[in-house]
């Protein structure tokens, strides 16, 4: 619930600062998820507007959220969501919550592995992400900024712990999708597989 409270604080804070209608943040969520090749929510919602999304767009556009250099089709043309460039003000304010959900991982996953004898630091996310920010970011977009899939991701984690489950570093754990290999194996759905023997500490 704490995270459910503050997504909503955070956006009513946006909506507040951007003078956003309900209908232009939601129109902001499901073009960010197209654009992460999420495309179905963007096309039930055109459906619901009765294809009134471009005057939705305009409008983002006349509060600064969507850059003034990207070009709005005209009807009957072809739309694609990936060419729409949002202010990156907007979006750090947006994604703030995803921050804190993100340091609430960090925090939570297990700080060390023993691979075959020699020790690893088990939270690295460097291989495979530009910045703290970044992992961050991509671990929200993964979870669709869903805080109860968050909140039952650090009970997975705790449970892992506590059934000496055979974590990856964390980058890993963010891109392959971690907790869906603990859970299996939490739920008995399968095994958890690992060539080299692991342990915590």
Request: hydrophobic share 35%; charged share 25%; net charge negative.
């Amino acid at each position: 619930m704490k995270y459910l409270r503050h997504d909503l604080d955070s956006e009513l804070l946006l909506m507040r600062d951007y003078k956003l209608t309900p209908n232009e943040l939601f129109a902001v969520k499901v073009i960010l998820l197209a654009q992460d090749g999420e495309y179905k929510y963007l096309q039930q919602f055109n459906e619901i507007l009765n294809s009134g999304l471009r005057l939705v767009l305009e409008s983002l556009q006349s509060k600064g959220i969507i850059v003034k250099s990207y070009k709005i089709p005209k009807e009957g043309t072809q739309f694609i969501p990936e060419d729409i460039q949002f202010n990156q003000n907007f979006l750090k304010k947006y994604y703030r919550s995803a921050y804190e959900m993100g340091e609430e991982l960090f925090d939570h996953y297990p700080q060390t592995l023993i691979i075959s004898g020699v020790a690893y630091n088990a939270r690295r996310i460097s291989k495979k992400f530009d910045s703290v920010e970044d992992a961050f970011t991509k671990y929200a977009k993964y979870i669709k900024n869903s805080p109860e899939l968050h909140n039952e991701i650090i009970e997975l984690i705790e449970w892992g712990k506590e059934n000496q489950y055979n974590f990856t570093t964390l980058d890993s754990f963010i891109v392959d999708r971690g907790w869906q290999s603990i859970k299996a194996q939490r739920d008995g759905e399968g095994t958890n597989i690992n060539l080299e023997a692991t342990q915590l500490i």
